[in-house]
């Protein structure tokens, strides 16, 4: 029989899928502003295609992950990244019974915030900041991106987006955040979900473009044990040496399989463990139920450090950061003091209103579009 496939059939099948401490699509604590149902949707399918079709994710496709949006071809951006967390994010949450399209839309929005020239770009807008008494931090401006910078609804600012997916961007946070947060719990495990996904999906495409380019190698990566795991698993599998390309491309798929499996069966454990049985269960439960082994988290951490060691802070890397720090800066302070230069129309007179408009607007700038912007501007100087 064909059947179309109305909103309440798909909640029971969404229901069916899920266990019990999954959340589910109709029992949403719902929207900000109420909306008419004029749809077939499910509420957070409709949260992912609402973040999928905003102008802030479609500008990820220039802005940097580690190298320049402009480096090269087959480098990740901060979009593709964005895309290997969601994917991830539906992976584990299909196999935990989780909501599959909540973790996809938190993976989908949760790099929304993020200025040019990646971390970089973070630091900078922070440092100019401090001097009025603000910060930035890009998590924060994920959600303020959602909640009211972009305009595409005549009734509200923002996306208008669920209070589960807006509660898994406010606790979004990976080892790149900021520790001193110290979040120890989440509103549910989806949230939980999608910040290992992150660091799964950054610490395995980190490794391929650190190949790529030339800054790591793989005599340096075959002393990590993680990497031998993975290698030695390849090797047993296609029974001989591979060629360099194809090898690299097949370890670091088995890291993250490795990660995956590892990840999910100690979350089963903590569940089981702890008794948890419901979505209340997780709730009233203020630590960390999904986590990474111990031995896992020993592995990765080494990976991690020698990333951090022999990759970020390259000379090569730190140099294009250092470059776009002080395009921003300068860009920012030249706004500051040349307002009629701004080009956005700001109606308040109030200077931290201002201040707020400037750092929103450096945000949102791709990274070739800071670069113009700058040279235009300094130029005149």
């Given at each position: 029989m064909i059947l179309l496939r109305t909103q309440k059939i798909l909640a029971d099948m969404e229901s069916s899928?899920?266990?019990?401490?999954?959340?589910?699509?109709?029992?949403?604590?719902?929207?900000?502003?109420?909306e008419k149902l004029d749809d077939n949707r499910l509420c957070f399918q409709k949260d992912k295609e609402r973040v999928i079709h905003c102008k802030a994710f479609r500008r990820l496709d220039k802005k940097t992950q580690v190298f320049t949006a402009f480096t090269g071809d087959h480098y990740r951006t901060r979009l593709t990244h964005t895309l290997e967390v969601a994917q991830i994010s539906r992976d584990i949450a299909r196999r935990l019974g989780l909501n599959e399209d909540l973790c996809e839309a938190i993976a989908l929005a949760h790099d929304l915030g993020h200025p040019p020239f990646?971390?970089?770009?973070?630091?900078?807008?922070?440092?100019?900041?401090?001097?009025?008494?603000?910060?930035?931090?890009?998590?924060?401006?994920?959600?303020?991106?959602?909640?009211?910078?972009?305009?595409?609804?005549?009734?509200?600012?923002?996306?208008?987006?669920?209070?589960?997916?807006?509660?898994?961007?406010?606790?979004?946070?990976?080892?790149?955040?900021?520790?001193?947060?110290?979040?120890?719990?989440?509103?549910?495990?989806?949230?939980?979900?999608?910040?290992?996904?992150?660091?799964?999906?950054?610490?395995?495409?980190?490794?391929?473009?650190?190949?790529?380019?030339?800054?790591?190698?793989?005599?340096?990566?075959?002393?990590?044990?993680?990497?031998?795991?993975?290698?030695?698993?390849?090797?047993?599998?296609?029974g001989k040496r591979l060629l360099d390309g194809v090898n690299i491309a097949r370890s670091i798929s088995v890291i993250m399989s490795m990660m995956i499996m590892d990840f999910c069966e100690h979350t089963v454990s903590i569940l089981k463990k702890l008794n948890i049985k419901s979505l209340k269960d997780v709730q009233r439960h203020h630590e960390i139920l999904a986590s990474f082994s111990p031995q896992m988290k020993s592995s990765i951490k080494e990976l991690r450090m020698f990333l951090f060691d022999s990759f970020y802070m390259n000379k090569r890397v730190i140099k294009t950061v250092n470059r776009g720090k002080k395009m921003i800066k300068e860009l920012f302070l030249y706004y500051i003091n040349n307002p009629k230069t701004f080009p956005q129309n700001i109606k308040s007179r109030n200077k931290n209103d201002f201040v707020i408009a400037v750092k929103d607007y450096i945000a949102g700038m791709t990274d070739l579009f800071l670069i113009r912007e700058y040279e235009k501007l300094m130029s005149k100087n």
């Open positions: 899928n899920l266990l019990p401490y999954g959340v589910k699509s109709l029992k949403s604590k719902g929207r900000r502003f109420a990646g971390h970089g770009g973070e630091e900078a807008l922070n440092e100019v900041m401090k001097k009025y008494g603000m910060h930035f931090e890009h998590n924060e401006q994920s959600q303020l991106i959602v909640e009211k910078l972009e305009k595409s609804h005549p009734a509200f600012d923002g996306l208008n987006l669920t209070i589960e997916v807006l509660d898994g961007l406010i606790k979004h946070q990976t080892a790149f955040d900021r520790p001193e947060r110290g979040f120890k719990f989440s509103p549910h495990l989806e949230a939980q979900v999608v910040n290992v996904s992150d660091e799964i999906a950054y610490i395995n495409h980190d490794i391929d473009d650190g190949l790529r380019s030339g800054l790591i190698t793989l005599k340096q990566l075959r002393k990590i044990k993680l990497w031998k795991r993975a290698e030695k698993k390849v090797l047993k599998k296609y």
